[in-house]
T-cell receptor, first 113, second 116 residues
Framework: SQKIEQNSEALNIQEGKTATLTCNYT??????LQWYRQDPGRGPVFLLL?????KEKRKERLKVTFDTTLKQSLFHITASQPADSATYLC????????????FGAGTRLFVKA | GAVVSQHPSWVICKSGTSVKIECRSL??????MFWYRQFPKQSLMLMAT?????????EQGVEKDKFLINHASLTLSTLTVTSAHPEDSSFYIC????????????FGQGTRLTVV
């Protein structure tokens, strides 16, 4: 069955450092891979989308890579800030012709001042 | 960006009663909306796809008679949890696609349902 794996352990880093989160998937050939931010008790907020034919995407302090051979995406936050503390969700889409997205469980990021 | 509003943000109900959750697209029309459920520290699980003017499509294992979905207009979908039980307590989230072709989903704020 389709599976998305994100590190269930929280990631703790110091302010100013680069946070790197990993998303691995199996039994899926997504046309798109997305990253969302979710704060406690809130709905997810879209951050970045990367397509299967793209290797890397950047938006301000965010960078996403997509390796369809390894079936892995890396999500980087450079110059991290305490306000970046949240849960980050990886999501796959585009395999069914409709907008049906499957989500990973997310990785909790804590940025210490 | 597009705004999706979900109401209520939290609700407590007695076992056996029904609860209705609303999902509205405020500045765009959505022919399709999605309903998810999320348990603590778990991923969002798609429950059903709500289609304006037609029946919802439910995911495997989701009881359509228990989770009633109505998508009566292009800006409103409702999820009614009927005969709620404590195990239905969860975080329910809706999303919609404005159809701009960029595959960006916009989510509501979520509804925390507690059944006592």
């Amino acid at each position: 069955s389709q599976k998305i794996e994100q590190n269930s352990e929280a990631l703790n880093i110091q302010e100013g450092k680069t946070a790197t989160l990993t998303c691995n998937y199996t039994n899926y050939s997504p046309a798109y891979l997305q990253w969302y931010r979710q704060d406690p008790g809130r709905g997810p907020v879209f951050l970045l989308l990367i397509r299967e034919n793209e290797k890397e995407k950047r938006k301000e302090r965010l960078k996403v890579t997509f390796d369809t051979t390894l079936k892995q995406s890396l999500f980087h936050i450079t110059a991290s800030q305490p306000a970046d503390s949240a849960t980050y969700l990886c999501a796959l889409d585009g395999d069914t012709g409709g907008f049906k997205t499957i989500f990973g469980a997310g990785t909790r990021l804590f940025v210490k001042a | 960006g597009a705004v999706v509003s979900q109401h209520p943000s939290w609700v407590i109900c007695k076992s056996g009663t029904s609860v209705k959750i609303e999902c509205r697209s405020l500045d765009f029309q959505a022919t399709t909306m999605f309903w998810y459920r999320q348990f603590p520290k778990q991923s969002l699980m798609l429950m059903a796809t709500s289609n304006e003017g037609s029946k919802a499509t439910y995911e495997q294992g989701v009881e359509k008679d228990k989770f009633l979905i109505n998508h009566a207009s292009l800006t409103l979908s409702t999820l009614t949890v009927t005969s709620a039980h404590p195990e239905d307590s969860s975080f329910y989230i809706c999303s919609a696609d404005p159809g701009q072709g960029n595959h960006e989903a916009f989510f509501g704020q979520g509804t925390r349902l507690t059944v006592v």
